[in-house]
């Protein structure tokens, strides 16, 4: 007879649904890729596949709400690691101008494998340097052979170094082409549909990269097609600057005027708000992607995280560049929020399970699917991380496990289930198609990191 539970993860020494709830000794119950039930030790159904937690933590998978894959390809690149955000950018333009359909591909496989062993389950990707057509759909054929949770942020940049911008001319477009290319992803790829695994948005780089028309288009297609928006803002100091001699106002000002002001929205970064800009982008309910790491490394500042969570604003994390934060690890950008919200705001300002809130329930709220991902609610996706620690790691922490999780790592994902798929599996990728990835990782990285 089959069973009508395709998966049940059990044995779980806390399970957590969500901020809210919590269930000692829980099991989560999968069928058709939405979680069916949730329980207590002792009345498991009957399964098709079981897995056992072995008293570890369970959680919602994390969600990664900014990042720009390809820049795997380029990791911790010597000459670029010392400058300032501009300086870092214009280092590393040249050498991504070689970036082809097999680069995007091969960057996202790889790149995915390594935010499933983080405990992501769902990522966005904004992909705005464009010598090439067709490297956004690349990436999602990678994230379709593996199953994973992708939303493509289809990125773009119009304003030249020759326009007054800072990208050269290699990885830039028209206007035409950045709104011809938005449509035809949106038409071929966007999926509206409840659970589904892959998604577009559109993303224009920056203020300093592109042109007004550029913002105020994008913002009416998006609204024609119910298509959601992203894009960095208010990052950097030179920001404030390249706005107010360029626009006449700050980016906060430019990005209002362009008709971004919504809940629509999700930005990146967002650091230099003043108090009155960042009460209008509550207001509005845009969302802002926190980026620990990499804003630690470049040395740019952090967002106001806890002032935002008071205010109302969607806060998700995302772990950015992995030429700016080298790493693509969800658990390690959890972790960088909390210490950051710690060190900003003193001890009481966050907690392991703030900061597990925000990778998850906040993460889906930047992304409009917080009724479907960010918890293990019956009728959510089945996205969910059993996470390993190691004993030695884990000796004496015997009173909170959720503490204990981004307080005592490193943490590794030693089971990720994305749409009730096992992914990940005893901390290994389970992925026919990563060697031959990671040999063509290596061969494209030298011949892309030798031209320079």
Not at 252 to 275: K, L, Q
Request: with cysteine.
């Amino acid at each position: 007879m089959t069973s009508a539970v395709d998966l049940l993860v059990k044995d779980a020494g806390l399970l957590v649904l969500d901020g809210e709830g919590e269930i000692p000794g829980g099991w989560v119950a999968v069928s058709n890729g939405r979680v069916t039930a949730v329980g207590t030790a002792g009345t498991e159904p009957e399964a098709g596949t079981t897995v056992s937690a072995a008293g570890r933590l369970v959680t919602p998978g994390l969600i990664n709400t900014h990042h720009h894959i390809y820049q795997n390809l380029t990791r911790a690149y010597a000459p670029a690691v010392s400058g300032t955000l501009f300086e870092w950018l214009t280092t590393l333009y040249p050498l991504w101008s070689a970036l082809d359909e097999e680069a995007a591909y091969v960057s996202a496989y790889v790149g995915m494998a390594e935010l499933l062993m983080g405990g992501c389950t769902t990522s966005s990707d904004h992909l705005y340097v464009h010598p090439r057509p067709h490297l956004v759909d690349a990436e999602i054929r990678a994230a379709r052979d593996i199953g994973f949770r992708f939303h493509a942020t289809r990125g773009s940049m119009t304003r030249s170094v020759e326009d007054g911008g800072l990208p050269p001319r290699s990885v830039t477009q028209t206007v035409d082409e950045v709104l011809a290319d938005s449509e035809r992803l949106i038409k071929a790829h966007h999926d509206p549909t409840p659970g589904a695994l892959i998604r577009v948005a559109l993303a224009p780089c920056s203020p300093f990269s592109v042109t007004k028309e550029v913002m105020t288009a994008t913002a009416e297609l998006a609204e024609r097609h119910d298509v959601r928006l992203h894009t960095h803002l208010a990052e950097d100091h030179d920001e404030d600057t390249y706005c107010l001699e360029t626009y006449g106002c700050r980016p906060v000002e430019h990005f209002e005027d362009c008709g971004w002001m919504s809940d629509r929205t999700w930005v990146a970064h967002c650091i230099y708000p003043n108090d009155d800009e960042l009460g209008r982008l509550a207001a509005a309910g845009v969302g802002v992607a926190h980026c620990p790491s990499s804003n630690m490394l470049i040395g740019g500042g952090t967002a106001r995280v806890k002032e935002m969570r008071e205010l109302g604003l969607p806060v998700g994390i995302g772990c950015d560049g992995s030429a700016s934060t080298d790493h693509a690890s969800l658990w390690m950008e959890t972790r960088g929020a909390l210490l950051l919200g710690r060190y900003r705001g003193g001890p009481g300002a966050m907690t392991a399970r703030d900061a597990l809130d925000i990778a998850t329930r906040g993460s889906a709220q930047c992304l409009g699917r917080a009724d479907e991902l960010g918890h293990l609610r019956p009728g959510a996706c089945a996205d969910l991380v059993v996470w390993d620690l190691h004993e030695v790691a884990l000796a004496g922490a015997l009173s909170d496990p959720v503490e204990a999780w981004l307080r005592c790592g490193p943490a590794r994902a030693w089971t990720t289930v994305v749409g009730g798929r096992i992914l990940v599996d005893r901390g290994e990728p389970v992925l026919p198609g990563l060697s031959e990835a990671l040999r063509d990782h290596g061969r494209i990285a030298r011949r892309m990191q030798q031209q320079a």
